[in-house]
């Protein structure tokens, strides 16, 4: 069983940053793959980015490349989102999640635990 716990979120004006943090419960950290999504009202969730094991590779939607640089510290068992020039459009609750799975990282029934989410709200 692992738990994950999502901080970081918050109100910001377009154009703003910030930086999500995700730490994980448990020995075994290391053993998953990680990954970022988030959900609107209304909408589908949606594949931001996903991390390997390591770190050494990684992988961001096209909606956001350029802008969110997703990263890890295996030490504290835990991952980040970092978000620069916020849209509007960016405006949802983000969650992270951890996968045993390699393939198909991009699509959310490959994860096995998920966070709480917190609310990223991103103002004109």
């Known amino acids: 069983q692992v738990q994950l716990v999502e901080s970081g979120g918050g109100l910001v004006q377009a154009g703003g940053s910030l930086r999500l943090s995700c730490v994980a419960s448990g020995r075994t950290f290391s053993s998953y793959n990680m990954g970022w999504f988030r959900q609107a009202p209304g909408k589908e969730r949606e594949f931001v980015a996903a991390i390997s094991r390591s770190g050494g590779s990684t992988y961001t939607a096209d909606s956001v490349k350029g802008r969110f640089t997703i990263s890890r510290d295996n030490a504290k068992n835990a991952v980040y989102l970092q978000m620069y020039s916020l849209k509007t459009e960016d405006t949802a609750v983000y969650y992270c999640?951890?996968?045993?799975?390699?393939?198909?990282?991009?699509?959310?029934?490959?994860?096995?635990?998920w966070g709480q989410g917190t609310q990223v709200t991103v103002s004109s």
């Open positions: 999640a951890a996968s045993k799975r390699v393939l198909g990282l991009q699509f959310g029934s490959s994860y096995d635990y």
